[in-house]
């Protein structure tokens, strides 16, 4: 996941967003303009200090004052510009919280957002999260629904209170949906809300027992109960298979429901009994096979769940295999992008078929994400991924790069195409070129003069990611050095905190050859981040064994 959530990340608008260096590090005149009477101007300065992340610190005490304004605009602007601010916008928490409680919705919106990034600990943020649960705004309970899920096994006593309120119950379920197989503790008070009155709660209360999995096991018999109810039958036939316990009495029922000409509720009934015999290898055919026909469902929603139901089922590759081939054949491009999901979650056994399915164009930057999911795992489809660096479609060469550097170092057959592609090629799919060259590591050598010169590149971003993917080809080069420490000590200060874990990283990597980075290492090692701060020690260690 190091293109995509570490690293230099290649976010477009990290580095070029269009800041001057002067603009970075102006932050008292940028606070100056906070105070202006001009609402434009103050949220202009507002939007540009966010783009400065946790180097904005020193306007954190005017912002906070601006959660006061008069201006609806002003105070959602000022909670925005706190949570792009960070972890470091700490101090800030209990007054963006005081915001939870703004008349305008969009302000409570924005709070809840920047909360959310700014992420305290479980103490202070999840009983605020919890209350508004019962926000008069979907918009606002949305957000803080998928905030409190977060914090997981900590969120859950505060959701257990919330599900005795009957206004709240149903939000209550959603949250506990998303926490999962952390939210045991709950399994007694969801059981109960199994015979809510409301049938969404019910059907919230057994989605939510589902996703807990095994745990849930001691309400089984009152998610069979509810099979004698013609809106929760399909609800509460997925939850038994999830959970893997299906009583006798309701096993009767859900082998009659396999034989039913609805052919949902005949899929689900399959499914869940090759759940709870995965033994069975008939039952698994059969299950693959109704979950495969719902895929040509016209409801959308209806598809996915197939799709994720395929998943949970993991059958047998081999027999399986067959079976999606034939549904790829025949399949609309919709149908085929859900098959595609089922695949990649069978593993490495599936990578012939969602090689065989670029055939579909406008699915290959799909396919070719789901392959780098995959990882090492992916190897039998290099040479199709290299095939996909020339093609004419940016985005499906982008997702290849990426896929070819997360497979790793068994991509070394893509080196001269990579290097080409960062010849030829600009923007993103120069920056895909240059971290896939980095994953593959010593294996492209070859590389090393074109990114000697991309290090010196204008493109900052191109010159950072040059500097990191050096440093794993080549981390004994003394010519590389010379050219990477700099640049990679100059990323101990970026805003995301990511990169600065990456290039300490990659400081430690070339040992004694980057003994001039201490000095900054060592300040990196008081960062507010605990990630910078173990990757900073651990360099300065490789460096001064």
Known sequence: MFYRTVAFGLCLGILSCGLEASVE????????????EDDAVRVTAMERLGRLGPKAVPAMPTLQVLLREDSPAVRAYAARTLGRIGEAAQPAVPELIRAFGDLEPAVRRTAVEAVGHIRPDAEAAVGPFVRLMEDSNPAVRLRALHTLAEYGEAAVPALLELLEKDRAAYWACLVLNQIGPDATDAVPALTERVSDERAEVRRE???????????AAPAADEIAAALEDGMDRIPATYALGRIGRIPPEAEARIRKNADSPDPLLRAVSVWSLARA?????????KATEELVAVLESEDPHTRAAAAKALGALEPDPE?????????????????VRDVLDALAGMGAAMVPQLTRALRFEPLRP??????GEMGPEAEPAIEALIELIDGPCRRTQHEALIALGKIGPAAEAAVPALTEALRHTDGPCRYGAVYALGRIGPEAEPAKPILLETTESSDATLALLSAW?????????????????PLLIDALEHPDPRHRVEAAAALGAMGS???SAVPALQEAAEDIDIGVRTAATAAVEAIEP
């Open 25 to 36: 590090t102006d932050v008292d005149r940028l606070i100056t303009a906070l105070h202006d």
């Open 513 to 515: 050859l980057a003994e």
């Open 205 to 215: 209360a057994i989605l939510a027992l589902a996703e807990i999995g095994e745990a």
């Open 469 to 485: 993917a050096l440093a794993q080809i080549a981390p004994e080069c003394p010519q590389c050095a010379e050219k990477n420490v």
């Open 277 to 285: 015999y995965p033994e069975d290898r008939p039952l698994q055919q």
């Open 319 to 335: 027999m399986a295999a067959p079976i999606l081939e034939e549904a790829l054949d025949d399949a609309d491009e919709e149908t």
């Open 366 to 371: 799909r396919i070719a994400f789901l392959l």
